[in-house]
């Protein structure tokens, strides 16, 4: 008789790992009442199919690019164009310099370092000259790019990229946590910034969204006899065969083994108490609104993403991505549309309120000139963030929840809340977690 798994959640992680049991030859199912994709979300605003959660991946590693290529996708994938990002404070905007990584500047000449003034200039071209032992023994990433480049580099760009897109606080984490093995190419190549020329990954998306990547795995599901239901799992219980799952739309699946591909706080009842105490203890997500506008012309804007360091009091967004200037396939579908996404710390306000303030934010960070009459479509989409599984006050909990779960029987987990951020992350946990089953 096949081997059966449940898979609690139809997010990337958990349509992927269900992908890997189906191949395997086990008979699967998943459970989850929202869409299937989980953060591969995406809607269609004013004849746009839009995405409105993740809309890349870093190419680092070839993770997301294999699985691509294994479903036929990878023909679609595509480079965002140049247009670069910039970092917002009331004072004004600076841009950050090609090819830096994590903010981190990787071309020393004047030209590279034209953003700042002559000293800090200096200063930071000192990297290329200084012994390589200069921060070799620094224990947090602020303090090995003072030691190499000066507290200028430092607050102009990386603080601010790294608490933007990453939630942390540069003067805390170890350089290793986002820069995996940069001390020891420091030490092979004897500047910071050689040690990341070329190291830093880069992005790509999927020409018509990355809502695809979701399609293409429900498919494969769909050919191998596996089964996507629509409900949620509420309430679990062993017994002689493995696990009786009982769902929201109370009815009974029952599978030899179970899969948790969702984050603690959505987990059925009834799972062993010493998993149960470590999920109880988890941190708690983060609401995260996550606004997208599609406006009749693009204003006039500076057409590129900005990181918001300190908005003042004219700014509440903390990040925007001009995303009609950022991929070409969308310019296209586009036309003489703008289409931007905007994020914001949860904002307590009606929909119609938090879409006219994404609007006037767009204008002060792009320097376009929009009005209402201008707003063709809108959507805000509130996410359930999960603190970083890299962030350091982390550590404790991840391995306690990794240790509980080698100790449960029958019974994994996966998902971005517990391997990291970033697509790459999720899909190698998910099959790590998928092989330990099967």
Not at 36 to 58: I, M, S
Not at 167 to 184: A, E, K, M
Not at 396 to 410: N, S
Request: charged share 20%.
């Amino acid at each position: 008789m096949r081997s059966s798994t449940v898979v609690v959640g139809g997010g990337i992680a958990g349509l992927v790992a269900a992908r890997e049991l189906a191949r395997a030859d086990h008979a699967v199912t998943v459970l989850d009442a929202e869409d299937l994709g989980g953060a591969l979300a995406h809607r269609h605003l004013d004849g746009l199919d839009l995405d409105v959660g993740a809309e890349g991946f870093a190419t680092r590693g070839g993770t997301v690019v294999a699985l691509l290529a294994e479903l036929g996708l990878a023909e679609r994938v595509r480079a965002p164009e140049p247009n670069g990002t910039s970092v917002y404070r009331p004072g004004g905007s600076t841009r950050i310099p090609d090819g830096a990584v994590l903010g981190i500047p990787t071309d020393l000449s004047d030209t590279g370092l034209q953003e700042l003034d002559g000293d800090a200039r200096a200063r930071a071209q000192q990297d290329a000259t200084l012994p390589a032992r200069v921060g070799a023994d620094a224990t947090t990433l602020g303090a090995l790019i003072r030691a190499r480049m000066g507290d200028a580099v430092v607050d102009a760009w990386p603080r601010p990229l790294v608490a933007g897109v990453h939630r942390l606080d540069i003067d805390q984490v170890p350089p290793s946590v986002l820069l995996p093995g940069v001390l020891d190419r420091l030490a092979e190549q004897g500047s910071l910034a050689a040690a990341l020329t070329g190291g830093g990954g880069q992005l790509a998306g999927l020409d018509g969204g990355m809502a695809q990547l979701v399609d293409a795995l429900a498919g494969e599901l769909t050919s191998h006899g596996s089964a996507t239901m629509p409900t949620a799992a509420t309430a679990v219980e062993p017994d002689l065969r493995g696990w009786r799952v009982r769902t929201s739309h109370d009815t009974v699946v029952h599978a030899d083994r179970l899969l948790l591909a969702c984050p603690p706080w959505w987990w059925p009842s009834g799972l062993p108490e010493p998993l149960m105490a470590v999920a109880r203890s988890w941190p708690a997500p983060r609401p995260v609104d996550l606004v997208t506008l599609v406006l009749a012309h693009d204003g006039g804007a500076h057409r590129s993403g900005v990181i918001v360091a300190d908005g003042g009091d004219r700014v509440r967004a903390r990040a925007l991505t001009f995303s009609s200037a950022k991929w070409a396939w969308l310019a296209h579908q586009a036309g003489d549309r703008a289409v931007l996404r905007l994020t914001y710390d949860a904002v307590d306000a009606p929909d119609d309120a938090l879409v006219q303030m994404a609007l006037a934010d767009a204008g002060t960070l792009t320097g376009g000139a929009w009005s209402s009459a201008d707003l063709r479509d809108a959507d805000r989409t509130r996410w359930a963030m999960a603190r970083s599984a890299v962030e350091p006050s982390m550590s404790t909990h991840r391995d306690a929840m990794r240790q509980a779960l080698a100790e449960a029987t029958d019974l994994d987990a996966t998902g971005g809340w517990l391997a990291g951020t970033g697509l790459a992350a999720s899909i190698a946990d998910a099959m790590a977690a998928a092989g330990r089953i099967a």
